[in-house]
């Protein structure tokens, strides 16, 4: 009788071990898929992206570049949800994949200036107080850097609604969390940061007084560019001699996306699609005003989501900065500038694409089915059935 038992309790021991030793196999996948899924991927994609070199003028012989770089990262259309649109589950995968993501940039590629394009939030233009309060808190965890990085944003039509659901209070609330700033110079750089929805042209206040302040800060940028300042240009700080990056949400006007190309340009059946004034781009109009009055040397705008590069006037370069939410795109990236204040070069930096996690999470979850099956007995080895196969292969 006392061997009889004895036989049992070895056998419970025999089964307990291989349940053990079953647990700590899934328990050892899962948190592996987890940490490259979750974590890894982002520095594994991101380590490829590089700063691109500015271009340099010869003198005597030798290189030498025209004055320091500043390096400086663009990305728009973060689109944080609120509290009335969107699962709390896609808002909590979102947000963590847009935070590890900045993270990552921000140690691997170290910037000195981050600009956002406009549509921080999604819901701002609707928010209440509270809401809007939660929406900050969260974004300034997300996109938290360190006092020697700056961080710049400009107002988008999901910040502080389109033109007739604009107001001041709207504009107030945006303005106080972020610099209301529109005109930011560093290292001899000139940035204009223009607030796109209010140049609806119709004359109302907020537009009105839009306007008039860019025409302001063309002034200051005409006096920039005189040899010998005139008695019209005051006695202020000068501001550097170096035409102007113009930075908004709406792009300047174009007709569609059809002469835009690229893996991250928008989906061919939509490319042909026209664009209507004042809500997917802005007006004629507008846009000759802006190119007029600031004479910019290169133009980058968010809102469509999709990448595209076009030539504005006498040549001067837009570029629409792709969606940084995985929410609006399955190829997410930010442009990375390498700038002096009379050259610049720009690279795009993707991040990973949605597609490559969701097949590494369902293959992981294919081979945790198999190894639960093969525990069971319900399925053979997979090393037993190839070495069977192999001897079946030799005995041939």
Known sequence: ??????????????????????????????????????????????????????????????????APVLKAMFLADTHLLGEVRGHWLDKLRREWQMER????????????????????????????????????ERFQ?????????????????????FHYQMSTYRIKRFEKVFNPERLFSWKGINFVMVN???????????????EAELIKISHRLNCSREEH??????DGQPLPRSAPVLLQHFPLYRRSDANCSGEDAAPPEERGIPFKERYDVLSRDASRKLLWWLQPRLVLSGHTHSACEVLHGAGVPELS????????????????????????????????????VLITYCGAAGFLVVLILVHIGLLDSPFLFGWQLLRKFKTV
């Not at 850097?145 to 609604?161: C, F, M, R, Y």
């Not at 796109?196 to 839009?210: F, K, Q």
């Not at 300042?229 to 005051?234: D, F, H």
């Open 1 to 66: 009788m006392a061997t009889l038992r004895l036989g049992f309790g070895r056998q419970n021991s025999r089964v307990f071990k291989r349940r053990s030793f079953l647990l700590l196999k899934l328990m050892a996948v899962v948190f592996a898929v987890l940490l490259f899924c979750e974590f890894l991927i982002y520095y594994l994609v991101l380590f490829r992206c590089n700063w691109p070199e500015v271009k340099t003028a010869a003198y005597d012989g030798e290189q030498e570049t025209l």
């Open 101 to 136: 993501a900045f993270q990552t940039a921000l140690w691997l590629l170290q910037p000195e200036v981050v600009f956002i394009l406009g549509d921080i939030f999604d819901e701002g233009k609707w928010s209440s107080p509270q809401a809007w309060a939660d929406d900050v």
């Open 141 to 161: 965890k997300m996109f938290r850097h360190p006092h020697h990085v700056q961080l710049k944003v400009v107002a988008g039509n999901h910040d502080i609604g």
């Open 196 to 210: 796109s929805v209010a140049l609806e042209g119709d004359g109302c206040n907020i537009c009105s007084e839009a």
């Open 229 to 234: 300042r005139s008695s019209r240009c005051g």
């Open 321 to 356: 900065v792709p969606s940084f939410s995985w929410r609006n795109r399955n190829n997410p990236s930010f442009i990375m500038g390498s700038m002096t204040p009379t050259e610049y070069a720009l690279a795009k930096c993707y991040l990973p694409f949605e597609d490559t």
